[in-house]
């Protein structure tokens, strides 16, 4: 199974972009999809989680308030919009999918990228000041 993100690429500080995460022929409405993000030489991070159901969601906090997850399990496709970016959010991000937990679990399980079953390739995201 592969995820593919799509939506990156360079805007200006205090733009706007929207991933998108696919997955064709996939039980996507069984999975939690989670958005991370790595920068170069740092950690992978978790930005965002949505439930398999639901629309529990969870955002970390320097996103919270600019950043909207949502799904639409019809089209086995998630969004992560991105409002009023800043130069910090660069990074390649990444979308991932799990089985077991949900946006509740966050702390507990959600957070870490081994968690998931599925990722994506990535895509690049880069603010420019």
């Known amino acids: ?3 593919v993100e799509s939506g990156g690429g360079l805007v ?4 706007t972009l929207k991933l998108s995460c696919s997955a064709p022929g996939f039980s996507f ?3 939690t999809i989670s958005w991370f993000r790595q920068a170069p030489g ?6 965002s989680c949505i439930s398999s159901r639901y629309n529990s969601t969870y955002y970390a906090d320097s996103v919270k308030g600019r950043f909207t997850i949502s799904r639409d ?5 998630a969004y992560l919009i991105m409002n009023s970016l800043q130069v910090d959010d660069t990074a390649v ?3 991932a999918a799990d ?3 949900n946006p509740g679990r966050w702390r507990q ?9 599925y990722w994506g390739q990535g895509t690049q995201v880069t603010v420019s000041s």
């Open 1 to 3: 199974v592969q995820l």
């Open 12 to 15: 200006q500080a205090g733009g």
């Open 29 to 31: 409405d069984d999975y």
């Open 42 to 47: 740092k950690e992978r991070e978790g930005v």
């Open 73 to 77: 399990n019809a089209k086995s496709t």
């Open 93 to 95: 991000y990444y979308c």
């Open 99 to 101: 089985r077991l937990g």
């Open 109 to 117: 399980y959600n957070s870490n990228p081994r968690s998931y079953e």
